[in-house]
């Protein structure tokens, strides 16, 4: 009988470290705002979104690609230097087909090239939105996979773990799941899943984003498989795979 692949839960990038990444799938998420933004814009026919941890990186990637926009924030906010923010709402088909978007985020963009330096093999992003794409591909791949909560400046947050329940659920069949952080993100998923839109509001980074009036990109970040396209890590950039 052919051993199943494991499935481990990474509820912050603080605890990157004592985890075995190598040659794994880890999926990155980023509820609030990244992972929602990648895959809406992706979605909507932009070329490819090249995912950066810093500012300066970049505008100069930005600068040195064609038809390219730069994207990014920090604490929810454009950031000063950058185009355009972190919203899915920002990237409509009418702007974003056929560019390239060159991205920075507090937290999202941080933790996937944090896996990329720990060895990860593959690399996908999740959030609601593409909730069935990412559950399609892990339910056919036979490599250990890792649910990369990007949290909230390490801190953990309800909404990527809650993200990280709903895919347990789906596809952990397929996978051997000894890991008491992807028992309580599935038993807090099971716990809230009927009222999600209004759970959501309780968590820390809503009240937060709230501030700048953007409840409307949050309702739309825990709508499920509204832009239902699996963004994968083809070594510089995220595409639709």
């Not at 794994?24 to 998420?29: A, K, Y």
């Not at 069935?132 to 890792?146: G, I, P, Q, R």
Request: hydrophobic residues 40%; negative net charge; proline residues 3%.
């Amino acid at each position: 009988m052919r051993q199943k692949p494991f499935l481990h839960t990474i509820l912050s990038p603080k605890l990157l470290d004592v985890y075995d990444v190598t040659d794994s799938l880890v999926v990155i998420i980023d509820v609030f705002r990244a992972t929602s933004t990648i895959a809406t814009a992706l979605h909507n026919g932009a070329k490819e979104i090249i995912p950066v941890d810093n500012v300066d990186e970049c505008i100069a990637i930005g600068k040195a690609t064609p038809n390219s926009i730069t994207a990014g924030e920090r604490d929810g906010k454009v950031i000063e230097g950058l185009q355009y923010g972190n919203s899915p709402t920002d990237y409509p088909r009418s702007f974003i087909e056929n560019k390239t978007l060159v991205l920075t985020t507090t937290n999202g963009t941080k933790f996937l090239h944090m896996s990329l330096k720990k060895g990860a093999s593959e690399i996908i992003t999740g959030s609601f939105p593409n909730l069935s794409a990412v559950c399609d591909y892990l339910l056919n791949t036979n490599k250990n996979v890792f649910l990369g909560c990007s949290a909230w400046k390490d801190k953990f947050n309800l909404e990527d773990t809650l993200f990280a329940g709903v895919v347990i659920q789906k596809v952990k069949q397929n996978f051997t799941v000894h890991c008491d952080s992807s028992l309580m993100a599935e038993e807090m998923y099971q716990l809230h899943q009927h009222e999600m839109k209004s759970f959501i509001r309780n968590t820390t980074h809503w009240h937060r984003l709230a501030q700048y009036g953007l409840e409307e990109d949050m309702e739309y970040c825990v709508s499920i498989d509204t832009a239902n396209v699996l963004p994968k890590y083809n070594g510089r950039a995220l595409v639709i795979n």
